[in-house]
């Protein structure tokens, strides 16, 4: 049975497909029929990315050739070039949703990085403020501490100065 079908070429990382007619016992790249055209998946600026003799397509499909589905696929885009351009719009859209997404993550991620900053730091400063009143608390104790003594050591004096006045 005959088979339309793509037959890789090209070198590592870089493909390049013939559109051939073979028998479908046969390899993948091994000999075909008839070459009816070509497809380059890494074509880049005025290089052409798909080449296909329709005339030829018909007649093995009229021979009862079975045609492959990638093929099928490109022989749409061959006879409607807009396909690829829609495919491509919505690759871009869906790459562009995808990166405003990651923004927003990164947005969020930023958020809650500073809103988590901003606690530690006012955490932070109520430590140092509840350390500031503890220290005004002991100092303030210890000075009524010193108070009653002082008075104690008044009272001696006043009452050594009443004695020696005595």
Not at 42 to 57: K, N, T, Y
């Amino acid at each position: 049975m005959v088979k339309v079908r793509l037959a890789r070429g090209g070198a590592k990382k870089k493909p390049f497909y013939s559109i051939v007619a073979t028998d479908s016992r046969k390899r993948r790249d091994s000999g075909y029929i008839e070459r009816i055209g070509y497809f380059n998946p890494v074509a880049r600026g005025q290089e052409v990315r798909l080449s296909l003799e329709e005339d030829r397509l018909d007649y093995w499909v009229s021979q009862g050739a079975q045609i492959s589905d990638r093929v099928k696929q490109l022989v749409k885009e061959y006879k409607d070039p807009s396909i690829r351009d829609k495919r491509i719009a919505a690759q871009e859209a869906k790459a562009k949703a995808v990166e405003a997404k990651l923004a927003a993550e990164a947005k969020a991620k930023a958020d809650e990085e500073a809103k988590a900053e901003k606690e530690a730091k006012a955490a932070e400063e109520a430590e140092a403020k509840a350390a500031a009143e503890a220290k005004a608390a002991e100092e303030a104790q210890a000075q009524e501490a010193e108070e009653p003594e002082a008075e104690a050591a008044k009272a001696e004096e006043t009452t050594k100065e009443e004695k020696a006045a005595e």
